[in-house]
């Protein structure tokens, strides 16, 4: 930059000043030419500091604030259910994410999700912005957030895209007992700490499970179907999440972590439902290619409504095996067990393989079987996915 603009000024330096000079006029001449050498040796001074502040700006990154990337994925489904063939092609999710640095201790996180492509009545598609917060650090070690946030709960919750997790399909018990994706309005604190131990507490809108006095069909135990999305939110009475993680070995993780919401109703009156209390653990151990996951959690529903009719106690958890012997290619195999009604115990068994051409691109394929209990659905899927 700087040796293409030091010719060029002096070009337009010369030019504009010896049409006005006589040719005759050695003295003169000299004395312009004095005055030139003068404003050219001031001008380069000037474009030397305008090229080091920009050439700083931008190794410095100060004009990178705004922050874009995203996730999505495609899944092929063909199970056969007591019989009955079911074959779907759904492009099940696309994210876009946006973040904006205000500062270098504060910045702004969202994401923008559309399942299911087409949002109308009868599609069954949504768009939802899944995170949206504003996020402080009062130290390097410790952030506050608030806004729209993830539960800190389970293994897929918080990080959920496609290239970081085996099988087609989340998780099963993390798409039931714990409710992924599962996000709330609320405030959290998150302090990590020197020995590999970090901790998060958050308070939040509880879930708000369907009134039985206003439809025959409504399960007033479905949690699923509680959560309440921050949308116009009822928050008569707030939830209380916790969790506590330890990542000081190598390849390890362990987690635990809990939720207390004190009526499922969240009505200023006595209803139909009261507390509901979350509890489970997860651990996850790397030993050079071959990783081991193990996830458990437990709700424990209060009150006599609860227990009659067989829901008070819903739990479920699920160990993996995936091996993975280079950077493009993994295995799996996935035993899921889980229960949402007493005397209804259902079981998942999942086997496939991924495939990474890049790193943040996956393709994926897997069979599942179930037993009468999980709807019996077997078969097989398909799906790509992407991060970026």
């Given at each position: 930059?700087?040796?293409?603009?030091?010719?060029?000024?002096?070009?337009?330096?010369?030019?504009?000043?010896?049409?006005?000079?006589?040719?005759?006029?050695?003295?003169?001449?000299?004395?312009?030419?004095?005055?030139?050498?003068?404003?050219?040796?001031?001008?380069n001074?000037?474009?030397?500091?305008?090229?080091?502040?920009?050439?700083?700006?931008?190794?410095?990154?100060?004009?990178?604030?705004?922050?874009?990337?995203?996730y999505?994925?495609?899944?092929?489904?063909?199970?056969?259910?007591?019989?009955?063939d079911?074959?779907?092609?759904?492009?099940?999710?696309?994210?876009?994410?946006?973040?904006?640095?205000?500062?270098d201790?504060?910045?702004?996180?969202?994401?923008?999700?559309?399942?299911?492509?087409?949002?109308?009545?009868?599609?069954?598609?949504?768009?939802?912005?899944?995170?949206?917060?504003?996020?402080?650090?009062?130290?390097?070690?410790?952030?506050?957030?608030?806004?729209?946030?993830?539960?800190?709960?389970?293994?897929?919750?918080?990080?959920?895209?496609?290239?970081?997790?085996?099988?087609?399909?989340?998780?099963?018990?993390?798409?039931?007992?714990?409710?992924?994706?599962?996000?709330?309005?609320?405030?959290?604190?998150?302090?990590?700490?020197?020995?590999?131990?970090?901790?998060?507490?958050?308070?939040?809108?509880?879930?708000?499970?369907?009134?039985?006095?206003?439809?025959?069909?409504?399960?007033?135990?479905?949690?699923?179907?509680?959560?309440?999305?921050?949308?116009n939110?009822?928050?008569?009475d707030?939830?209380?999440?916790?969790?506590?993680?330890?990542?000081?070995?190598?390849?390890?993780?362990?987690?635990?972590?809990?939720?207390?919401?004190?009526?499922?109703?969240?009505?200023?009156?006595?209803?139909?439902?009261?507390?509901?209390?979350?509890?489970?653990?997860?651990?996850?151990?790397?030993?050079?290619?071959i990783?081991?996951?193990?996830?458990?959690?437990?709700?424990?529903?209060a009150?006599?409504?609860?227990?009659?009719?067989?829901?008070?106690?819903?739990?479920?958890?699920?160990?993996?095996?995936?091996?993975?012997?280079?950077?493009?290619?993994?295995?799996?195999?996935?035993?899921?067990?889980?229960?949402?009604?007493?005397?209804?115990?259902?079981?998942?068994?999942?086997?496939?393989?991924?495939?990474?051409?890049?790193?943040?691109?996956?393709?994926?394929?897997?069979?599942?079987?179930?037993?009468?209990?999980?709807?019996?659905?077997?078969?097989?899927?398909?799906?790509m996915?992407?991060?970026?």
């Amino acid at each position: 930059m700087k040796t293409m603009m030091k010719p060029l000024a002096s070009a337009v330096l010369l030019a504009g000043i010896s049409s006005t000079v006589l040719a005759d006029d050695q003295q003169t001449i000299q004395a312009l030419e004095q005055r030139i050498q003068e404003l050219e040796n001031t001008l380069n001074e000037r474009l030397d500091v305008l090229a080091d502040a920009v050439e700083k700006q931008q190794t410095s990154g100060q004009d990178n604030k705004v922050h874009i990337g995203g996730y999505g994925e495609m899944h092929y489904n063909n199970l056969d259910e007591n019989g009955e063939d079911t074959r779907t092609l759904d492009f099940h999710r696309m994210v876009l994410f946006f973040g904006y640095d205000f500062s270098d201790r504060a910045r702004f996180v969202t994401e923008f999700e559309v399942e299911h492509i087409l949002v109308s009545a009868s599609s069954g598609g949504a768009v939802e912005i899944e995170q949206a917060y504003l996020e402080f650090d009062l130290k390097d070690n410790m952030q506050l957030r608030t806004g729209m946030l993830l539960m800190p709960v389970g293994l897929v919750n918080e990080t959920h895209e496609p290239p970081t997790f085996y099988g087609v399909e989340r998780p099963v018990v993390e798409t039931t007992i714990i409710p992924t994706t599962w996000y709330s309005n609320g405030i959290s604190f998150t302090h990590r700490l020197s020995n590999g131990i970090s901790y998060d507490l958050m308070i939040s809108e509880g879930l708000k499970t369907e009134d039985p006095t206003t439809s025959s069909d409504a399960d007033p135990f479905d949690l699923k179907a509680g959560k309440q999305k921050g949308s116009n939110a009822d928050a008569f009475d707030l939830a209380t999440t916790a969790r506590i993680r330890y990542t000081g070995v190598a390849g390890l993780e362990l987690a635990a972590y809990a939720q207390y919401q004190p009526d499922l109703d969240q009505s200023a009156v006595d209803s139909y439902a009261e507390s509901a209390t979350l509890v489970g653990a997860h651990a996850v151990y790397q030993w050079n290619s071959i990783t081991t996951k193990a996830l458990y959690a437990r709700w424990d529903l209060a009150g006599d409504d609860a227990k009659a009719a067989g829901k008070n106690v819903q739990d479920g958890g699920y160990v993996e095996i995936n091996w993975r012997p280079s950077e493009q290619w993994g295995v799996f195999a996935r035993q899921s067990n889980w229960s949402q009604e007493t005397g209804v115990d259902a079981a998942q068994s999942d086997v496939g393989v991924n495939y990474w051409p890049l790193p943040d691109i996956v393709f994926k394929a897997d069979v599942q079987m179930q037993n009468d209990d999980a709807g019996n659905a077997d078969g097989f899927n398909l799906g790509m996915g992407y991060q970026f």
